[in-house]
C-alpha cells in the first residue's frame, strides 16, 4: 500500500495529482478549485462522513490510481 490513511492530503495529490480524481469521486470537497485541505487521508475522510466500507473503498481507488 503506497497511500496510508496517515498520509497528509496535501502530499499524496501533490506525489500523484492522478488522486484528486479519486478524491472527487468518493465525495471529498472541491481539491481542484482552492478549497483548502488540511490534515491526513483520514482526518479527511471522517470529517466528510466517509468511514467504514466507504473509506476502505476510498483507500482501495487510491492505491489502484497510484499503482496503475
Known sequence: ???KPEDLVEDVIQQYPATVRVF???DFPCL???EAVWGTV???AGRNNITGEKFNELM???NKTVSD
Request: overall charge negative.
Open 1 to 3: 500500500m503506497k497511500i
Open 24 to 26: 472527487m469521486d468518493h
Open 32 to 34: 481542484v478549485c482552492g
Open 42 to 44: 483520514e482526518e479527511n
Open 60 to 62: 482501495k481507488a487510491l
